[in-house]
């Protein structure tokens, strides 16, 4: 290919990508199997890497990476940013209203109500349509450079959609970063699964990973942006706010899911409680309603106070919270062997489910918030999902509400605990801790791990109780014998569990690095292993500078694997494994392809060498898709063992049915005997 073909594909790809982008990010409608889209980015960087003149700071590719920061620079704002006035009656909201009304000197005026996104608010700079420069709010005149971060966000364009007189000369734009609900509780998951330390809402997530000095952290961050205001432009004519959300969502900018258009304070009002109705069913939280008026011809003359704009305000929802009495403090153990004090509540009703139980985080958060034993507490929903004692109800205190005491010994193995100096965390160091091992064990059956089906936290419970495993490799010892014998487990599901560990021993190589729980390792790292190693020997062999290498591999996972496998237990445990077969190396990708194009699968029953996902996976590489139900459009039935009613309903459709190893020839696999 010479340069000229290169630089045309490139820009094909670029487009190309930038619209999958769009679609998965903002619209939430993908078109393509993440693999397909996988190939098409791959190919831009291949390019890019062959000829590198055609690599400019817009390409998708370049989301992530460069050098870790020293630290932030300042950005002087050209326009302040303001911050708004809170309201929390409808009196107060009432007083505003008749405030503009006033103001307003017969002129009418309209308002729009909009959630009121909890993230960080940020500016963002585009020249001729390109991202120039991202930025905190800071003091509202002065904020941080977060350029580098921003730039991984992937709802956020690089360069503005639209053609060149579209496109403002300048637009500064401004919004929120925040973090989506989901994202926010797998990351904590991960995190905790890492042994870091989770984060307490994703308000503190998306605050914590946009203050990251190296993007390519930021970029694992499940971060996402919403924009609703505008600070300096150029060549940009805009006189009403609902114009300026069209103008932005035209330009490919992430715009809020709704907004009410109000031409009255009743409308205002219902629109308000409208939107605390639907609160719930957005992927993002919100602390409350903004109202604004809508033309924007008439913000000088409505004019600011030294701190927020008198056109605008927000209508704060209360938290949803409940009192409860905290009965106990117990202490779990995690599987790095971090102990976690846990509330133990009186049961109380709060925002759609019983709470009887809420994090404490750690020792140190207890000790700050003064809560004891028989206090009266405020628990909230944290994140609407996870709930977390804020505060104790000191007037209700009767004296006789008990200190809680980190014990000094586990409370599981009783062996000694102890803490860092430079962590908040207390730790119980015994490698044989029960608790420790069966989190262990949980984590490396897991579904993102090595996904060993049925194997859940009752039966885990059960083997490490009874000594039969004390490790990972004690899994693939077990037998029939061994299984039959443990409550609420038949024959059939015995039988199940074992080939469901024995499948276990081919799963790609970056799920066994990501089991063996490497702290710091989540599964993206480990991909980023599988990429850069072939076999687990080789990454063992691995030297500090080889890994730190590595994009996306930074000082303290690098740090992190060396000590990993430094331990000779942890390197004999990786011994055990290989001794039963586990294979510990590269497997060749499934090429990705369209031979399924245009086909609807829909899956049944139980198969032998793999699991549905792992099937679904492969048919939406080949372009496929799958389906949970039958009907006359599904193109094939795929039956495993045990297949169900969707085997009938194929039957009386007339739906082609196959078997597994009919669909591996299909998928051109080749078929184990
Ligand atoms: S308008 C002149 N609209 O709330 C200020 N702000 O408490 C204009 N926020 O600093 C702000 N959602 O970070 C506006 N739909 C929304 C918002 C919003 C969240 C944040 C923003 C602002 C803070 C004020």
Redesign the pocket.
């Known amino acids: 290919m010479n340069t000229q073909q290169a630089e045309k594909k490139v820009f094909q790809l670029r487009v190309e990508i930038e619209r999958h982008n769009h679609l998965y990010y903002i619209d939430a409608k993908p078109e393509i199997p993440d693999r397909e889209y996988d190939r098409l980015y791959d190919e831009l960087k291949e390019l890019e890497r062959q000829f590198p003149l055609l690599a400019t700071p817009e390409s998708p590719t370049m989301r992530v990476g460069g050098q870790p920061l020293e630290g932030f620079s300042q950005v002087k704002h050209s326009v302040p ?4 006035a ?1 309201t929390y009656s409808t009196t107060e909201l009432d007083e505003f209203y008749q405030r503009l009304s006033k103001l307003s000197e017969g002129r009418t005026f309209s308002c729009c109500v ?8 940020v500016s963002l700079r585009y020249e001729k349509g390109l991202l120039v420069l991202g930025s905190t ?1 800071g003091d509202g005149k002065t904020g941080d450079d977060i350029t580098a971060n921003i730039r991984t966000i992937k709802s956020i364009p690089l360069r503005l959609h639209g053609t060149a007189d579209e496109i403002p000369a300048v637009l500064e734009v ?3 970063v925040f973090m989506t609900k989901a994202g926010f509780i797998r990351l904590n998951e991960q995190r905790i699964a890492t042994g870091d330390e989770a984060f307490a809402n994703p308000r503190n997530a998306a605050a914590g990973s946009l203050k990251l000095l190296d993007p390519n952290t930021v970029a694992g961050r499940p971060l996402d942006a ?1 924009f ?2 505008l600070g300096e432009t150029q060549g940009l004519v805009i006189t009403t706010h609902e114009g300026l959300v069209q103008t932005l969502r035209k330009l490919g900018l992430k715009t ?1 899911p709704r907004i009410w258009h109000c031409n009255d304070i009743q409308t205002i009002l219902s629109a308000i409680s409208e939107l605390q109705a639907l609160k719930q069913t957005f992927t993002f939280e ?1 602390d409350g309603a ?1 109202v ?1 008026v809508n033309e924007r011809q008439l913000y000088d003359m409505f004019g ?1 106070t030294a701190k ?2 008198r056109w ?1 305000v ?1 209508y704060k929802y209360e938290p949803e919270r409940a009192e409860t009495i905290l009965e106990a403090i117990t202490v779990q153990v995690g599987r790095t062997g971090v102990l976690t004090p846990v509330a133990e509540l009186r049961p109380v009703f709060l925002a759609g489910s019983t709470i009887s139980r809420a994090t404490l985080h750690n020792i140190s958060e207890i000790e700050r918030k003064d809560i004891r034993i028989g206090d009266t507490v405020i628990i909230e929903k944290a994140g609407e999902v996870i709930p977390a004692v804020i505060g104790v109800k000191m007037e209700l205190r009767s004296g006789r509400e008990k200190i809680f005491k980190m014990p000094a010994s586990c409370p599981v193995c009783a062996e000694a605990v102890s803490k860092a100096e430079d962590e908040a965390a207390w730790r119980c160091e015994n490698l044989q801790c029960p608790a420790q091992i069966k989190r262990w064990i949980q984590y490396y059956a897991a579904r993102g791990a090595m996904d060993i089906d049925g194997l859940g936290e009752a039966i885990v419970e059960q083997l490490v109780d009874k000594g039969l495993v004390k490790d990972p490799s004690d899994l693939y010892k077990l037998t029939l014998f061994d299984l039959v014998a443990l409550e609420r487990m038949g024959e059939k599901s015995a039988v199940n569990m074992l080939s469901a560990i024995a499948a276990s021993k081919s799963r790609e190589l970056w799920r066994a690095i990501f089991a063996l729980g490497i702290r710091h390792i989540g599964t993206r790292s480990a991909q980023t292993l599988e990429d850069n190693f072939e076999t687990i020997d080789d990454l063992m062999q691995a030297t500090t500078e080889q890994l730190t290498g590595i994009r996306d591999i930074g000082t303290i996972v690098s740090a992190s694997i060396t000590a990993f496998f430094s331990h000779t237990q942890n390197r004999n445990l990786i011994e055990r494994l290989k001794a039963h077969g586990l294979q510990f190396r590269r497997t060749a990708r499934p090429a990705s392809g369209t031979s399924m194009k245009g086909m609807t699968f829909v899956l049944t029953g139980t198969l032998a060498s793999m699991t549905r996902d792992q099937a679904g996976e492969i048919i939406r590489s080949l372009g496929g898709s799958t389906s949970s139900s039958v009907s006359a459009k599904t193109s094939f039935v795929l039956a495993g063992e045990e297949a169900g009613s969707k085997l009938d309903k194929a039957r009386k459709l007339g739906v082609k049915i196959i078997s597994e190893p009919e669909f591996l020839v299909m998928a051109g696999r080749s078929v184990k005997p």
């Open positions: 940013m303001m911050s708004l809170n909009e959630p009121k996104i909890d993230g960080l608010a709010r401004r919004g929120e919403i609703y205001g809020a919100i903004v604004k600011s927020s704009p605008a927000a």
